[in-house]
């Protein structure tokens, strides 16, 4: 790329015309900086990439807006908070181009909904998801009075003595544990050596067994639950009777257009043998038609070359 091309992609391009007296090259071309972000400058909307800060259910087709997805929202000042600007941000969800607005909220540092879209409320266990509760405002509220804070400092005591017993306890549990780095050390690393060599005499076993698979040493839970297995006495029985049952039954299927073509061509070739034999419509011998005489006469002359072999 040429230097007047990257001067131009940058647009850092000055043409021949232009003459400092003239100012910047956006008041030379007649533009804003932002271009067509600040196309309604004048109305006092900028437009700027928002994100949605939480999910919503949008009001013109009940579509869920998940929390993080990104609009091209129009921004303009509404009010102030004493010296903090509150600012509208309206933008068109993707789903049905409905108009949604929301404003900042510096007293509660949180985002309100104005119109067009309602906030999904998502409620959970305390107790399920491992958290603490935070106290209500009303409770915060109590706690500027002096009597009621001075009653929470005593209940906040009495709880710190029942606890203290148990928490030294376990302290000093800790402590005896991890008093000595070396044993622990030791320790370990002495189960991981028996670990492995167990692990490996279980596979030896198993590849002179010509399994594949590791097997497990053996239980009592194990043998008292293959004992407690019972199997049916009609088991072989029923084993002999299908085999049997399929020993004699035909290589053709059942029932199939097959089956009646070689059972009908059967019956025709028996039909045919049968009347052939009833009529005498087989075909006669070559030595049937030989005369008495001549059959004699080869029959003697056999019986000699016999003799004479």
């Known amino acids: 790329m040429s230097s007047l ?29 932002l271009r067509e972000r600040a196309r309604k400058i004048d109305q006092g909307i900028l437009i700027i990439r928002f994100e949605m800060p939480f999910n919503v259910w949008c009001g013109g087709c009940n579509s869920m807006i998940a929390k993080g997805v990104r609009f091209n929202a129009e921004k303009k000042q509404v009010g102030n908070y004493y010296s903090t600007k ?33 906030r999904k409320t998502e409620e959970f266990d305390i107790e399920d998801a ?43 549990v800790s402590d005896a544990r991890h008093s000595d780095d070396y044993a622990l050390n030791k320790t370990l690393r002495a189960q991981l050596r028996n670990q492995k060599k167990r692990v490996a005499e279980e596979e030896t076993v198993s590849r002179k067994m010509g399994l594949g698979i590791r097997l497990l040493p053996k239980s009592e839970e194990d043998a008292s639950i293959a004992a407690r297995v019972k199997f049916s006495s009609k088991f072989e029985g029923n084993k002999k009777e299908k085999r049997a049952a399929i020993n004699s039954a035909s290589i053709f299927p059942q029932s199939g257009k097959k089956r009646l073509e070689l059972e009908a061509k059967r019956r025709k070739i028996k039909a045919v043998a049968a009347s052939n034999l009833l009529t005498g419509g087989f075909k006669p011998s070559p030595w049937s038609k030989v005369p008495s005489s001549t059959a004699s006469t080869l029959q003697k002359g056999k019986f000699v070359a016999a003799r004479h072999a």
């Open 86 to 118: 509150i600012w509208s941000f309206s933008m068109k969800s993707a789903c049905c181009k409905h108009e949604i607005v929301i404003q900042t909220d510096p007293k509660n540092c949180e985002y309100v909904i104005i119109s067009g879209a309602q």
């Open 5 to 33: 091309a990257a001067a131009r992609a940058d647009n850092f391009y000055y043409p021949p015309e232009w003459t400092p007296k003239q100012g910047s090259l956006n008041k030379f071309h007649g533009q804003h900086a």
């Open 130 to 172: 491992e958290t603490f509760a935070l106290p209500a405002d009303e409770e915060r509220g109590k706690l500027s009075d002096p009597f009621y804070r001075l009653e929470h400092q005593e209940e906040d005591l009495q709880k710190k003595k029942e606890a203290e017993p148990v928490l030294v306890r376990l302290q000093r």
